[in-house]
């Protein structure tokens, strides 16, 4: 029978050692604990040999997507940039408004947020249609 394993590269062997050298900062392994594991990580020729070294090591947590509006994201939805210039020409307006009739209660405030709102979904809808593996429903 054929032996199937997997040789390490070099960058399997660093990430790993990069999740030791976590899991010592977080206090999770001592410092001999440290030294041995990497020793062992370097040491190492297969990448079934480095999944034993970091099985009783909790996994990290998947990135969490950042806020939707960023600069990025504007300059590859046209829609995005689009619906930021109505949000900010009609919160000017309302704003002006308010400001040439000199009314004293700052009314514009409940529009601008909504139309804040508004964009913020936008957003998160397009970033969220971005995601790989996530069906965009018509």
């Not at 041995?36 to 079934?48: I, M, P, S």
């Not at 998947?62 to 949000?87: D, I, K, N, Q």
């Not at 020409?89 to 002006?96: E, F, Q, R």
Request: positive net charge; aromatic residues 10%.
């Amino acid at each position: 029978m054929e032996d199937h394993r997997i040789r390490a590269a070099d960058a399997d062997r660093e990430r790993v050692a990069s999740a030791v050298q976590t899991a010592g900062s977080e206090g999770r392994l001592t410092l001999e604990e440290v030294e041995e594991r990497l020793t062992h990580v370097y040491a190492a020729r297969f990448t079934d040999e480095l999944a034993a070294l970091t099985t009783d090591l909790p996994r990290p947590a998947p990135p969490r997507p950042g806020f939707p509006l960023t600069r990025a994201a504007l300059r590859r939805h046209p829609a995005l940039r689009l619906h930021l210039a109505v949000v900010v020409a009609l919160g000017v307006l309302l704003v002006v408004r308010w400001a040439v009739l000199g009314a004293g209660f700052f009314w514009p405030a409940f529009p601008v947020f909504w139309l804040a709102v508004s964009l913020f979904v936008h957003a998160r809808v397009r970033s969220f249609r971005e995601r790989p593996g996530t069906a965009v429903p018509y």
